[in-house]
């Protein structure tokens, strides 16, 4: 077996790729990186391709497929996004795109999110190439730009415009899981958890349209635009939206609550919530994903104090549990009530994939072949990963960008924050955690 290919050095360099992705169109650094992963990948023999839409080949992606032993065997799809959110280095105590190894730590800006899982694919890759072995199955691995924004340029694009590519794949790993880390038990002891995320509540983009009568503002109207939206807004996002304890986060509580020592009681409402803090951290997100949530994020109106507006309008941004989907849209008209128009987008559905059965059970053989103490549980994503695109071609999808706990308490931190970093540690036990799944399952 070829030397492990150093995944600390890969991952420093990735961070020298400056990769912001600050709105659509703007990430020149993408290009930089996904040349470099393209011609690292080529050199050692495999046959990546470097992919980007025609208005912007800055936006670049790279796939590359390595064929399995047994072609009777589904692919897999590991995805990882290149991009990252801005950094403002002022406020950072190291360079954010430095990629330093200071006490401990691999630093800066993708550090964590997510170029410690493009680093630790690579040296999977990158070994397998230099030591002649393959996985049994297909595995595509996709290194894809735009993830900070919506995917255009990357997921959503490639799903889109070269579905071939991933031809024969049904599963995919990704971003946000399989991270263990280190709990307090309800009897005082410690306790290694790591959740896999196998579904994400679906997004809707909600937009407000009001009208009324414009006109001077010293002789006011009855309602009025503003007013009539600001009724509504108030409404729906003061909206007590009903517990909807999808199979998934049921799964997640009961299993994360016996880890801990903890008593789960999910017959009532009562019970739920009060699972859920006692769990406190360990619960992740639970609190989100047990219901959907209505947010108001965008309000426009008026141009002038002393002109009533015609017209005044809202964005508002939507997150919907698996299966909650047909009661959400039911209580809408009455949230928004008359006289304002509004309109929605189903952007992303809910993604939700199976915990039972050899996949996850893979993810857990793995896991635990690098820490056999930690208890590993399956949970549901409040937000949206590429994983939503990657599920529009029927590949059921898991967050599972492994990492291990550091012996001596450093902990990853600074995602979308100041100070980005990594336990050196952690990414190594994170590359052995991935490298096992990869080869065997
Ligand atoms: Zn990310």
């Not at 002891?189 to 983009?205: D, F, K, N, Q, W």
């Not at 508002?316 to 047909?326: A, H, S, Y």
Request: hydrophobic share 45%.
């Amino acid at each position: 077996m070829a030397e492990r290919a150093d995944v600390v050095s890969l991952l420093q360099t990735l961070v020298r790729h400056d990769t912001t992705n600050r709105a659509p169109g703007d990430a020149e650094g993408e290009l930089a990186a996904a040349t470099w992963i393209h011609d690292l990948l080529a050199e050692a023999g495999l046959e990546p391709v470097l992919l980007a839409r025609d208005d912007a080949p800055h936006r670049a992606n790279v796939v590359v497929r390595v064929p399995g032993t047994d072609p009777s065997l589904d692919g897999l799809l590991v995805h990882a996004h290149l991009d990252v959110v801005p950094a403002e280095p002022e406020q950072w105590s190291f360079d954010p795109f430095g990629g330093d190894v200071v006490d401990g730590y691999v630093t800066g800006r993708g550090a964590m999110d997510m170029k410690d899982m493009c680093a630790m694919t690579l040296s999977v890759l990158l070994d397998w190439a230099a030591s002649g072995e393959r996985p049994r199955r297909d595995v595509v691995v996709a290194f894809v730009a735009d993830e900070e924004t919506d995917g255009a340029y990357g997921a959503q694009w490639l799903v889109e415009a070269h579905p071939e590519l991933f031809a024969g794949v049904t599963v995919g790993i990704g971003e946000s899981g399989g991270v263990v880390e280190s709990h307090v038990g309800a009897d005082g002891s410690p306790v290694r958890l790591a959740r896999i995320a196998a579904g994400e509540r679906g997004t809707l983009h909600l937009r407000l349209t009001a009208t009324g009568t414009s006109g001077h503002a010293s002789r006011p109207t009855e309602g009025g635009a503003v007013l009539a939206l600001v009724d509504a807004l108030h409404r729906i996002g003061h909206h007590d939206w009903p517990l909807h304890v999808s199979p998934l986060v049921r799964a997640q509580l009961e299993q994360t609550a016996a880890a801990l020592g903890h008593k789960a009681d999910l017959t009532t409402d009562d019970g739920v919530m009060r699972t859920i803090a006692e769990l406190g951290d360990a619960a992740d997100v639970a609190m989100f994903t047990v219901r959907a949530s209505t947010t108001p994020t965008v309000v426009r109106a008026g141009y002038k104090v002393n002109v009533i507006p015609g017209v005044a309008e809202a964005e508002i941004d939507v997150r919907c549990p698996p299966g909650f989907e047909d009661e959400l849209l039911a209580a809408l008209p009455a949230l928004v009530g008359d006289g304002v128009a509004f309109e929605h987008s189903v952007r992303e559905p809910s993604v939700q994939a199976p915990i039972d059965g050899p996949w996850f059970e893979a993810m857990v053989a793995s896991v635990q072949h690098v820490d056999p103490s930690a208890v590993v549980v399956p949970g549901c994503l409040g937000g949206g990963t590429d994983a939503k695109a990657f599920s529009l071609l029927g590949i059921a999808c898991y967050g599972f960008a492994p990492a291990t706990v550091d012996p001596d308490g450093r902990r990853r931190s600074g995602i979308h924050g100041v100070d980005e970093r990594v336990p050196v540690s952690s990414l190594l036990g994170g590359r052995e955690i991935l490298g096992h799944f990869l080869a065997t399952v």
